[in-house]
């Protein structure tokens, strides 16, 4: 489904990504994880589509497709999604509205026919509940005065709505208490299906031990310096990244090291 | 004869080269201004001695003024000797009873702008007032109205049918010494709308008027009166289109509203004119004198206004709350995109007691666009208990524009309160970023969040007008993002 081939990209003439190497198939779950400042969020927004990020070498392609010269909405209109890790607020703009317009734009580009107000609430109202979200959320501004929890849940609200094909969420675990953690695992697990594949940026075992990854990796200075199995985050949780330095140090670019 | 009956005389036979630009046969005089142009003008509309001594008192005074030089908005010179002050499609000359008699051209530039006519009346219920250049053209629903004894016609029907209110009523509001382009306005308008409901009617349409800026140079000086009577309830819109062209064109309209004791006037404005091209070339300028009076008890008139075109817009609808308990309400959203200057705001004059205002002005810039809130609060001794809350909020697209504040407050009473809210935001990379993100494409998310920023004011539009106003929004903004 996910095919990254050597990716760079930097921010102002300043390199973040550093040759990354990735490949997601069709149902599977991997969990990227990695100290503050690796580039986890820069490679989720590259994926994306930020043009804050130059990319200066490599490949993306996505169900066989180069995505990097599509702009960012017609990457999501073929179905990437991007739970943000600071989801931004939008005054003046409900909630609903936004989902809405998004959904539409969306059916629109897969050729099916736009919902009604009647049916779109019916859906919304569903998601909601499982999300256990106050309904009121859906008539405030995007975002705007939600606390950080909420944010985070309004997010997964997003994908539960908009079925994406590949999901990458960065960091949605953060900022959770224990019983919104359990909602949002069960929101994400809910969309895990053979058709589908999920990028879960975390720092955390916790969500980890909800849904569980098929794939670890870690990044650190911009390069992905260790792949493994399930156990590798509960290793990362046992001895901290300070046991992968080595590897660190071999990612590190000549002119750092 | 006398000299000047002779020139005029002369004047009257002239041909003028001028054709308007979509074929219409223009009646026009020649350029420039003198008190000679002041009496063409009256004496082609036949007016009564009153009107002329009205518009040569207020040319002499206009002599005597300059041009006001305080507000932020730049622009070259303008050459007042070089416009036409009138100009009537010729077709007028033998009025046309019915739309049936209008001229077939005239009736299609109306389509092409979108206002046609006949559906408009139909599928509305809207009765219109239409102002091809200076002259009303086509009134629909008189009869209907006529029936509530409600005037609603060209100004200068009102002027020969109804002269007796018209004297009453002209200038009582703005006088021609007002300002530089009222005093202007009086000199030269050409027509306008008038419209009187009488004590207790609520008049059952919207009323509503389409200008039109047309002939080549030629100046527009629209008046429109508006009297609701003890009681009466009117709602009046006002919208305006103006096809591509060159020249700066001068817009100096003057627009007066009186309300009765316990009267509510209700007047919208959609103003989308020509606001020339991207570099600034070309587009109209717009120098507006709008003010409404609650002249009674009770009284309530509310302003809404959408102003998105105009190279140069300079306008101030403003109350004057002489009756106790009465209301006075400002609405209003200014675009300004490319290299578009606006500079508007409203004043509050608080005079009777617990009189309240509300003003709430929502400024968009984009592009090179220059937009300046500038705003009166005036509280007399007399106010009692008076009340004003006023939010002013500006949004910024892009680095290159500007939103300005001049918020002024002079308060007089002690009793008085008076509250002044200001933000200024801009669209983010980050929040188009999010929305892209979303499948939603960037002129949508622009469009999105700028009528969420408009959607206090939208909501005072009538609904018809409200998804006009939402649309024009997102024509105003294309290309200033991406
Ligand atoms: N717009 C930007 N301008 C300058 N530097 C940036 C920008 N965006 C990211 N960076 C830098 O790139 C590096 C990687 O940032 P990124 O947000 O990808 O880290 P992260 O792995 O997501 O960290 P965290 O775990 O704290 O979320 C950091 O050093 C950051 O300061
Ligand atoms: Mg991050």
Redesign the pocket.
Same mark, same amino acid.
């Given at each position: 489904m996910l095919e990254i081939r050597n990716l760079q990209a930097s /921010? +102002?003439g %300043?390199p973040?990504l550093r040759g990354i190497d990735l490949s997601v198939k069709a149902g599977e779950v991997h969990a990227i994880m !990695?100290?503050? !400042? @690796?580039? %986890? @969020?820069?490679?989720a927004q590259v994926l994306a589509g930020r043009d804050?990020?130059a990319v200066t070498g490599g490949t993306v392609f996505y169900q066989g497709v180069d995505i990097l010269p599509m702009a960012p909405e017609e990457r999501a209109r073929e179905g990437i999604f991007l739970a943000f890790?600071y989801p931004v607020e939008i005054p003046g703009v409900s909630n609903v509205y936004l989902l809405k317009a998004a959904l539409n734009n969306i059916r629109q580009h897969r050729g099916q026919a736009e919902l009604d107000a009647m049916e779109f609430l019916a859906l919304i109202k569903q998601k909601m509940k499982q999300m256990e979200m106050n309904e009121d959320l859906l008539y405030r501004a995007v975002n705007e005065g939600f606390s950080g929890g909420e944010k985070k849940r309004n997010e997964i609200l997003q994908m539960a709505v908009l079925e994406p094909k590949l999901a990458i969420l +960065?960091?949605t675990d953060s900022g959770l208490d224990i019983d919104a953690l359990q909602i949002v695992a069960k929101g994400i697990n809910a969309l895990r299906s053979p058709q589908r594949a999920m990028i879960l /940026?975390t720092?955390y075992q916790r969500l980890l031990d909800y849904v569980v990854p098929d794939f670890v990796h870690v990044?650190a200075q911009?390069k992905i310096v260790r792949s493994g199995g399930k156990e590798l985050a509960l290793e990362l949780e046992e001895r901290g990244y300070g046991w992968l330095e080595g590897a660190e140090a071999a990612a590190r670019p000549a002119e750092n090291a | 004869m006398t000299a000047t009956a002779n020139r005029l005389a002369e004047l009257m036979d002239r041909e003028y080269p001028h054709g308007f630009v979509s074929d219409v046969a223009a009646d026009t005089v020649p350029r420039g201004l003198s008190e000679e142009t002041v009496r063409l003008i009256s004496a082609r509309k036949n007016e009564p001695a009153f009107m002329l001594e009205w518009r040569l008192k207020a040319f002499r005074h206009w002599l005597t003024m300059s041009e006001p030089k305080w507000s932020t908005a730049r622009y070259p010179a303008v050459d007042y000797q070089d416009i036409i002050y009138y100009s009537a499609p010729k077709s007028m000359q033998d009025r046309p009873q019915s739309l049936a008699d209008v001229d077939p051209e005239l009736l299609r530039t109306y389509e092409k702008l979108g206002v046609p006519l006949k559906e408009r009346e139909m599928l509305a219920g809207v009765a219109i007032d239409a102002v091809f250049d200076s002259v009303s053209v086509g009134t629909t629903f008189k009869d209907k109205l006529a029936e509530l004894g409600i005037i609603f016609g060209s100004f200068s029907d009102a002027v020969r049918e109804h002269p007796d209110l018209v004297q009453q009523y002209l200038g009582s509001v703005v006088p021609y010494a007002d300002n530089f382009f009222a005093a202007l306005n009086a000199a030269v308008f050409s027509d306008g709308s008038f419209c009187y409901i009488p004590p207790g009617v609520r008049c059952p349409m919207e009323l509503s008027t389409y200008f039109r800026i047309n002939a080549r140079d030629t100046g527009q000086f629209e008046r429109t009166l508006i009297i609701a009577d003890a009681g009466a309830y009117v709602s009046y819109l006002e919208g305006c289109t103006a096809p591509m062209r060159d020249e700066n064109q001068l817009h100096a309209a003057v627009v007066e509203l009186v309300a009765l004791d316990h009267a509510r006037i209700k007047y919208s404005t959609v103003q989308n004119w020509y606001p020339g091209d991207k570099d600034g070339k070309g587009g109209i300028y717009n120098f507006v004198t709008k003010r409404g009076e609650c002249r009674g008890a009770g009284s309530h008139i509310s302003w809404t206004q959408v102003e998105t075109g105009s190279a140069i817009t300079w306008k101030y609808p403003s109350c004057i709350l002489r009756g106790d308990d009465s209301i006075g309400e400002f609405h209003s959203v200014a675009l300004t995109n490319n290299r578009q200057q606006a500079d508007t705001g409203s004043k509050m004059i608080h005079i009777g007691r617990n009189t309240k205002s509300t003003i709430v002005s929502k400024g968009i810039s984009a592009g090179h666009g220059q937009n300046a809130y500038r705003g009166l609060v005036k509280i007399l001794k007399s106010a009692e208990g008076a009340r004003n809350y006023s939010q002013c909020d500006s949004l910024l697209l892009g680095d290159q524009c500007a939103a300005h504040t001049f918020p002024y407050i002079e308060v007089k009473n002690p009793t008085a309160r008076v509250e002044h809210e200001a933000s200024t935001s801009r669209i983010g990379e980050d929040q188009l970023f999010y929305c892209q993100q979303r499948g939603i494409s960037v002129e949508d998310a622009v469009s999105m969040i700028v009528n969420g920023f408009c959607k206090e004011v939208f909501k005072e539009l009538p609904m018809e007008f409200a998804v006009e106003a939402q649309k024009l929004m997102s024509v105003s903004l294309e290309g200033s993002v991406g």
């Open positions: /921010v +102002d %300043k973040i !990695g100290p503050n !400042g @690796s580039g %986890k @969020s820069t490679l804050t990020f890790q +960065d960091e /940026v720092h990044l911009g | -």
